[in-house]
């Protein structure tokens, strides 16, 4: 293959990988049940005029898989962060100690892990459509290639190799999707 189409494989799996990546980073924020400073990961505070990530204005750790601990580096913002978590409307009740945030977290209900279930497959299909995106990208590419006189057989290959990075992103989606429900369902 020449180096066209071997820099088309290499843009289109970078592509995919980020898909991935992506993927991953959404099922972090899709509890499972046990308590992980992950759910906080969206939550954003209003600190000194500014929006920040609470992992900003707080250290966040977990004692046991039951609670979630915030312990703000300012005092002061103890009522902004609690605030923020109840503004993210992740389900939690905040209980403020003054100087720090215990969450208790609450065992999933079978209807809340159902609905869970359904979002990580939303947030699956979600990253299927970029790998496919990033195929259609890598064809049409490919076919630039093809008429600026690439050879018809080089083309042919690549647009094969372009399908079976695909099918193994897809199989990869769908195995990291398969994991996460059993994480879900687990009681």
């Given at each position: 293959m020449?180096d066209?189409?071997?820099?088309?494989?290499?843009?289109?799996r970078?592509?995919?990988?980020?898909?991935?990546?992506?993927?991953?980073?959404?099922?972090?924020?899709?509890?499972?049940?046990?308590?992980?400073p992950?759910?906080?990961?969206?939550?954003?505070?209003?600190?000194?005029?500014?929006?920040?990530?609470?992992?900003?204005?707080?250290?966040?750790?977990?004692?046991?898989?039951?609670?979630?601990?915030?312990?703000?580096?300012?005092?002061?913002?103890?009522?902004?962060?609690?605030?923020?978590?109840?503004?993210?409307?992740?389900?939690?009740?905040?209980?403020?100690?003054?100087?720090?945030?215990?969450?208790?977290?609450?065992?999933?209900?079978?209807?809340?892990?159902?609905?869970?279930?359904?979002?990580?497959?939303?947030?699956?299909?979600?990253?299927?459509?970029?790998?496919?995106?990033?195929?259609?990208?890598?064809?049409?590419?490919?076919?630039?290639?093809?008429?600026?006189?690439?050879?018809?057989?080089?083309?042919?290959?690549?647009?094969?190799?372009?399908?079976?990075?695909?099918?193994?992103?897809?199989?990869?989606?769908?195995?990291?999707?398969?994991?996460?429900?059993?994480?879900?369902?687990?009681?």
């Amino acid at each position: 293959m020449t180096d066209e189409a071997e820099f088309v494989l290499d843009t289109a799996r970078e592509q995919m990988e980020n898909s991935m990546t992506h993927l991953e980073k959404e099922f972090a924020k899709i509890r499972a049940g046990k308590a992980s400073p992950s759910m906080l990961g969206g939550v954003i505070v209003e600190y000194y005029g500014t929006y920040v990530p609470i992992e900003q204005t707080a250290n966040i750790n977990t004692p046991d898989a039951r609670q979630i601990i915030v312990q703000p580096f300012d005092r002061s913002s103890i009522g902004a962060i609690e605030k923020a978590i109840m503004a993210a409307n992740l389900g939690f009740n905040p209980s403020n100690e003054g100087d720090q945030i215990r969450i208790n977290v609450p065992p999933l209900t079978e209807e809340r892990r159902k609905g869970l279930v359904k979002m990580a497959k939303v947030e699956s299909e979600e990253a299927k459509i970029s790998v496919r995106a990033a195929r259609r990208q890598a064809n049409e590419e490919a076919k630039a290639l093809e008429k600026a006189g690439a050879p018809e057989d080089d083309i042919k290959r690549l647009v094969e190799k372009i399908q079976e990075l695909t099918d193994e992103f897809i199989k990869k989606v769908d195995h990291f999707t398969d994991l996460k429900e059993k994480d879900i369902l687990t009681v």
